[in-house]
C-alpha cells in the first residue's frame, strides 16, 4: 500500500528562524514528489515538484530536498515569516503521473511566533 | 485561488438532503478533481474526470455523484447515502506538469 509519513506533526518557531520538515515514502513506482503549503481554510498551493532525478529545488525561502534511494524528503524554510504559519502537506506521485495516482500525507502544521 | 472557484464557501446538510458543491475553472484544464480533506487525515480522491462527459470513481466514491456537462464546471453531489458528510471539499484542476490547482474549498457540516 502507498503511503507517505510526515513529522513532525506540528511545529511551533519563532519567527527568523529556520526549519525543517520532514517526508517519507513508500509509493512504489515513484514518479515525483510535491510539497505543498494550505492555509487554513483554504486550498493547498504548490512550492515545488521533483522528479527522481533532482536532489533539491528551492522557491525563495523554501528549498526541497529529495532521497529517491532512502526514500525521503525535506521541506527546509529559511528565515520563517509569520505568514509562513500553515499545514505543508508532502505528496507523491505514482509512475502514471497523473492526479489520480497521488498519495497525500497528512502534513505538518507550522506555527511561527513573534 | 488558481483560477478555480468553489461555491458556497460553507454548506449545511439536513438529514435525507442530497446538496450540490459547484466548482468552476477558468483555466482551460482537462482534467478536474473532487477530494475530501478530514482532520488528522491526507486529502483523498472522490471522483476524477479527464474530459467532458467522462468521470471516474476515486477512492472514496460511495455516496457521492459527480457531472461534467461542461469543460468549465465539475459540480458534486454529497447525497444522503454519505453518512459521515461533514469534511472540507476540495474541487482541484490539473495544469502542465500535473501541477495540480485547488480551489478555496467548501467545509460541509450536517445540521
Known amino acids: 500500500k502507498n503511503q507517505v509519513e510526515q513529522s513532525p506533526q506540528s511545529l511551533i518557531i519563532l519567527e527568523g528562524k529556520n526549519c525543517t520538515l520532514q517526508c517519507n515514502y513508500t509509493v512504489s513506482p515513484f514518479s515525483n514528489l510535491r510539497w505543498y503549503k494550505q492555509d487554513t481554510g483554504r486550498g493547498p498551493v504548490s512550492l515545488t515538484i521533483m522528479t527522481f532525478s533532482e536532489n533539491t529545488k528551492s522557491n525563495g525561502r523554501y528549498t526541497a530536498t529529495l532521497d529517491a534511494d532512502t526514500k525521503q524528503s525535506s521541506l527546509h524554510i529559511t528565515a520563517s515569516q509569520l505568514s509562513d504559519s500553515a499545514s505543508y502537506i508532502c505528496?507523491?506521485?505514482?509512475?502514471?503521473?497523473?492526479?489520480?495516482?497521488?498519495?497525500f500525507g497528512t502534513g505538518t502544521r507550522l506555527q511561527v511566533t513573534l | 485561488d488558481g483560477g478555480i472557484t468553489q461555491s458556497p464557501k460553507y454548506l449545511f446538510r439536513k438529514e435525507g438532503q442530497n446538496v450540490t458543491l459547484s466548482c468552476e475553472q477558468n483555466?482551460?484544464?482537462?482534467?478536474m478533481y473532487w477530494y475530501r480533506q478530514d482532520p488528522g487525515q491526507g486529502l483523498r480522491l472522490i471522483y476524477y474526470?479527464?474530459?467532458?462527459?467522462?468521470?471516474q470513481k476515486g477512492d472514496i466514491a460511495e455516496g457521492y455523484s459527480v457531472s461534467r456537462e461542461k469543460k468549465e464546471s465539475f459540480p458534486l453531489t454529497v447525497t444522503s447515502a454519505q453518512k459521515n458528510p461533514t469534511a472540507f471539499y476540495l474541487c482541484?484542476?490539473?495544469?502542465?506538469?500535473?501541477?495540480?490547482?485547488f480551489g478555496s474549498g467548501t467545509q460541509l457540516s450536517v445540521l
Open positions: 505528496v507523491v506521485s505514482a509512475a502514471t503521473g497523473t492526479a489520480s495516482k497521488l498519495t
Open positions: 474526470s479527464q474530459i467532458v462527459n467522462d468521470f
Open positions: 482541484a484542476s490539473t495544469g502542465s506538469f500535473e501541477k495540480l490547482f
Open positions: 483555466l482551460n484544464h482537462d482534467a
